[in-house]
Antibody, heavy 123, light 106 residues
Framework: QVQLVESGGGVVQPGGSPRLSCEAS????????MHWVRQAPGKGLEWVSF????????SYAESVRGRFTISRDNSKNTVYLQMNSLRVEDTAVYYC????????????????WGQGTRVSVSP | LVMTQSPDTLSVSPGERVTLSCRAS??????LAWYQQKPGQAPRLLIY???TRATGVPARFSGSGSRTDFTLAISSLQSEDFAVYYC?????????FGQGTTLDIK
């Protein structure tokens, strides 16, 4: 079955640079775009970033543009989120999610989600 | 592009029909999805393209609307439907979610 497993979260100091990973299985990873979505404690969902199936197109939320970088390694069935210059307000559970349709040129909807990895930014 | 859901919280009884609203600050065509999230769980895709149910979603969930005004209806609430519901536009970058509507038991 389709499975997404995030890792790389933890407690980080402001200004830190962790890298989140999301390993996928159960589907043809190289055919699907991938998203990162985050949820601050007790808050709603915030879309963070998208990468196209071939890695050639990326998009970011305004709140993270210039600080976060999404990438993927299709040989490892893994998508990454490099987070730089972290701020307290980046504290959240970070979910990776699979795009619904294979081979789609633009992002679509998130049809399968991982269980998330928690990032806490604290002095 | 701001998505605004109403109400923030809705208290209802099992078996009732409910409608949740989502409004976009500009047209998103029909590129609107609904997700359900239960405590401690990841979100689940319910509806995409305004009215298409995702795989495995019961027929009591239905979506409607266009451009800026959208609705999620649940025809007869079951106990497992009490959760938070989010709308999301994917018409234009950056994608955005509404703030969520909490359905709780009256």
């Amino acid at each position: 079955q389709v499975q997404l497993v995030e890792s790389g979260g933890g407690v980080v100091q402001p200004g830190g640079s962790p890298r989140l990973s999301c390993e996928a299985s159960g589907f043809s990873f190289s055919d699907h775009g991938m998203h990162w979505v985050r949820q601050a404690p007790g808050k709603g969902l915030e879309w963070v970033s998208f990468i196209r199936y071939d890695g050639k197109s990326k998009s970011y939320a305004e709140s993270v543009r210039g600080r976060f970088t999404i990438s993927r390694d299709n040989s490892k069935n893994t998508v990454y989120l490099q987070m730089n210059s972290l701020r307290v307000e980046d504290t959240a559970v970070y979910y990776c999610a699979k795009d619904l349709f294979p081979g789609y040129m633009y992002g679509y909807v998130c049809d399968t989600w991982g269980q998330g990895t928690r990032v806490s930014v604290s002095p | 592009l701001v998505m605004t859901q109403s109400p923030d919280t809705l208290s209802v009884s099992p078996g009732e029909r409910v409608t949740l609203s989502c409004r976009a600050s500009e047209s998103v065509s029909n590129n609107l999805a609904w997700y359900q999230q239960k405590p401690g769980q990841a979100p689940r895709l319910l509806i995409y393209d305004t009215s298409t149910r995702a795989t495995g979603v019961p027929a009591r969930f239905s979506g409607s609307g266009s451009r800026t005004d959208f609705t999620l209806a649940i025809s007869s609430l079951q106990s497992e439907d009490f959760a938070v519901y989010y709308c999301q536009q994917y018409n234009d970058w950056p994608y955005s979610f509404g703030q969520g509507t909490t359905l709780d038991i009256k």
